[in-house]
């Protein structure tokens, strides 16, 4: 029995070249928001409630929040404006325990990249989980690979 289920976030992010060289690569903790967490309970329950699908990027600096509902500075960039995602189940501790996100992004402009965001929907939407982290400087042709998990342990 879990008695102190929580939801913990992760975010994996690969920057290669258009050859296929690695740029940047690194792991970051996500914060989970307060509607992100209504959100979820809302989909235990309620048949019309809407998953969370879509991966968003951007190039806002404010720390993340819980009281967050978008990203700061959300970009619409050539190849980098939020997506739908490769949505899976994968095991963390507890077959299938963890949502997974896959995309990737292929930049058709350069951009500092310091922000991301899961959504529910193709604009506006309730935000899960957003972090903010050093950038990362993309230009025309690399491809940013972003997977972004949420555990239920």
């Known amino acids: 029995m879990k008695d102190n289920l929580k939801l913990n976030g992760l975010i994996s992010i690969k920057l290669t070249d258009k050859d296929g060289n690695v740029k940047d690569n690194r792991e970051i903790k996500?914060?989970?928001?307060?509607?992100?967490?209504a959100q979820i309970a809302?989909?235990?329950?309620?048949?019309?409630?809407?998953?969370?699908?879509?991966?968003?990027l951007g190039t806002g600096t404010n720390a993340a929040t819980a009281g967050d509902a978008a990203l700061q500075t959300e970009t619409s960039a050539s190849g980098l404006a939020r997506?739908?995602?490769?949505?899976?189940?994968?095991?963390?501790?507890v077959t299938n325990d963890t949502l997974q996100l896959l995309k990737n992004f292929t930049a058709g402009a350069s951009a500092a990249i310091t922000e991301c965001g899961m959504f529910n929907a193709a604009s506006a939407g309730t935000l899960l989980g957003?972090?903010?982290?050093?950038?990362?400087?993309?230009?025309?042709?690399?491809?940013?690979?972003?997977?972004?998990?949420?555990?239920?342990?």
């Open 30 to 37: 996500n914060t989970i928001t307060n509607a992100g967490l």
């Open 83 to 93: 997506a739908a995602a490769t949505v899976s189940r994968v095991t963390t501790t």
């Open 130 to 153: 957003r972090q903010v982290f050093a950038a990362i400087n993309v230009v025309s042709g690399d491809i940013l690979t972003i997977t972004y998990k949420v555990s239920f342990a």
């Open 42 to 56: 809302l989909l235990a329950g309620d048949a019309s409630a809407v998953p969370f699908t879509y991966l968003a």
